[in-house]
Every structure is written in structure tokens, then in C-alpha cells.
């Protein structure tokens, strides 16, 4: 059973995703089969993998989660591409039950062959990053060493 680990911080610029695609990296590097999710509009992490963004992002639509699933070049490691779709990232930030349900049953699709799935979010306390850490097993919230930082996850952990 995969660990689902979000990496948030409604900060931006505090390196959530280049934390998730190294540590996504070095994961599979390490032999483990891990996923990255990435479901920030920007698409950063998905072009950071050397991958286009999808035309509609693979947590939206009704088919499977594996076929829209694509290998990257480092071995073990497999990417759900972002989606820049205003209608994508709308039904992403659906607030309530159904869109976490939505999320946990497509993750749920994957979960027996991944070790570890990581879920790059966007820089907000949104509805986004809300379902994220609903589905989630593990948070990492990296920060800079500042006060504002500190202030933003003071913030974040009351969400």
C-alpha cells in the first residue's frame, strides 16, 4: 500500500515543487515505485520531468488513472502530468466530499503498484490543496527561514 505524501505550503517560492520531483526522483532512484501527481496549474513539475502538460488533467475525467500515467526517464518513476484547462483545475478545487472521493478512488486505482505517490500542490490553502491532504497519508511543508514563512505555516497547519 502506497504512502500519499503532499507537499504543500500556501507560500509560494518556498520549493514545493522542487522538493517533490527530487524527492520523487531520489524515491525511485532508490528502487521504490513512486508516482508524482502533479496538480498545480503552473505545471512545473510535470516540465521539470521533461513532460508536456496534459490537455486534461488525468483526476478529472472518467478513465482510468493508469492510462494517464506516463513513465519518465528516470527508472521507477511515473508522472500524472498537470493540466494549465481553467474548466481541469475548477473541478480540482471542487470543495466537499465528492472531489475527495474522486481523488482517493482514482489514487486508489494505483495504489497496490506504487510505493510511494507524491502530490505537488499549488501555492494556496485552497480547496486544491485541501483534498490533497484529505487524501493523504504524510504532509511535508518545506519553508524558507523567514518570519513570513513561519507565519504562512502557522496558518497551513490550522487547514
Known amino acids: 500500500m502506497a504512502k500519499i505524501l503532499s507537499v504543500v505550503n500556501q507560500k509560494g517560492g518556498v520549493g514545493k515543487t522542487t522538493t517533490s520531483v527530487n524527492l520523487s526522483a531520489a524515491l525511485a532512484m532508490s528502487g521504490k515505485k513512486t508516482l508524482?501527481?502533479?496538480i498545480d496549474p503552473q505545471c512545473n513539475a510535470t516540465?521539470?520531468?521533461?513532460?508536456?502538460p496534459a490537455a486534461h488533467h488525468g483526476l478529472t475525467?472518467?478513465?482510468?488513472?493508469?492510462?494517464?500515467i506516463v513513465e519518465t526517464d528516470v527508472?521507477?518513476?511515473g508522472l500524472l502530468p498537470g493540466s494549465r484547462s481553467f474548466h481541469d483545475a475548477d473541478m480540482l478545487a471542487e470543495t466537499g466530499d465528492r472531489s475527495t472521493a474522486r481523488l482517493r478512488k482514482h489514487l486508489d486505482?494505483?495504489?497496490?503498484?506504487?510505493?510511494?505517490?507524491l502530490i505537488d500542490c499549488p501555492p494556496s490553502a485552497g480547496a486544491m490543496t485541501e483534498t490533497a491532504?484529505?487524501?493523504?497519508?504524510?504532509?511535508?511543508?518545506p519553508i524558507q527561514c523567514e518570519?513570513?514563512?513561519?507565519?504562512?505555516?502557522?496558518?497551513l497547519i490550522g487547514t
Open 147 to 155: 518570519y513570513f514563512a513561519m507565519v504562512g505555516v502557522t496558518q
Open 109 to 117: 486505482s494505483v495504489m497496490e503498484e506504487y510505493e510511494y505517490i
Open 75 to 77: 527508472p521507477h518513476l
Open 61 to 68: 475525467g472518467t478513465e482510468s488513472l493508469p492510462d494517464s
Open 47 to 52: 516540465s521539470a520531468l521533461g513532460q508536456s
Open 133 to 141: 491532504l484529505t487524501a493523504s497519508t504524510e504532509v511535508l511543508i
Open 36 to 38: 508524482l501527481v502533479d
